[in-house]
């Protein structure tokens, strides 16, 4: 089973110091995710070189920030730092930003550069009904990705719902920790998570979470795990997860 972890590039050795303890005390981690965050000084495909080849990388890149016209140009930059998979989101646009490439046109673009290129797209679970999130997911496909990293799911009804409607397609499940209210709000009112105010914000009730959605997936093929341990220490978050496994 393939389980991703989500890295923040923030600075250097922080960084390198998490790769590290990740590789050595939880071996169940196959991949690495790094984020493109443009109010951070290295962008997702820099970062990939702190890596050191300890994990195949999922690196992201954002569609808004790229014109049609630079696409190539991107593109070279992107094979010079060796990312070889790309997870392409739309990203959110600054208003006096000029207006870039959107997700499926930078997907499709990409494809045609490269065909060997590893592409994963974004699911979001909370954008808009189902019916129509899955045919978003079809025009991805149509355009190039191969796979797709989803959004963080948080309770089993809509978890649920969706990997039964992905049967068939190679998906990544997200999981993030919620430890504060600041948190809950965030995801409620920012990504439009219907989260209740009875969720349970301890770290073990986090964990229990993770773990469920990793032994649901666990049996299907072409299912992983996708883990965001934002704002949460991943010494504290990540061992008991995997306790099952060892």
């Avoid at 290295?42 to 014109?67: F, N």
Wanted: proline letters at 5%.
């Amino acid at each position: 089973m393939f389980i991703s972890l989500e890295l923040v590039p923030r600075e250097r050795s922080t960084f390198v110091t998490e790769v590290t303890w990740a590789k050595e005390h939880t071996p169940a981690i196959t991949h690495l995710n790094i984020p493109d965050l443009t109010r951070l000084e290295t962008r997702s495909w820099e970062a990939l070189t702190w890596v050191e080849g300890c994990y195949p990388v999922i690196v992201h890149i954002r569609a808004c920030d790229v014109q049609e016209e630079d696409l190539e140009s991107f593109y070279h930059t992107l094979k010079k730092h060796g990312v070889s998979h790309v997870l392409v989101v739309k990203g959110d646009e600054d208003e006096n930003q000029k207006r870039g490439m959107t997700s499926l046109e930078m997907l499709a673009g990409l494809r045609r550069l490269d065909p060997t290129l590893c592409l994963y797209a974004a699911l979001d679970p909370y954008r808009q009904g189902i019916i129509e999130e899955m045919a978003y997911v079809e025009q991805k496909l149509k355009a190039g990705a191969t796979a797709f990293l989803t959004q963080p799911f948080f309770e089993k009804d809509i978890f649920q719902e969706y990997v039964r409607a992905c049967r068939g397609l190679s998906v990544w499940w997200g999981v993030s920790p919620i430890l504060s209210q600041k948190s809950l709000v965030y995801w409620r009112e920012k990504n439009r998570v219907p989260l209740s105010e009875s969720y349970d914000l301890s770290l073990e009730g986090n964990i229990r979470w993770a773990r469920f959605v990793m032994e649901r997936v666990a049996g299907e093929t072409e299912y992983a795990l996708y883990l965001m341990p934002i704002r949460v220490d991943i010494t504290s978050y990540l061992p008991p997860i995997f306790e099952t496994l060892s």
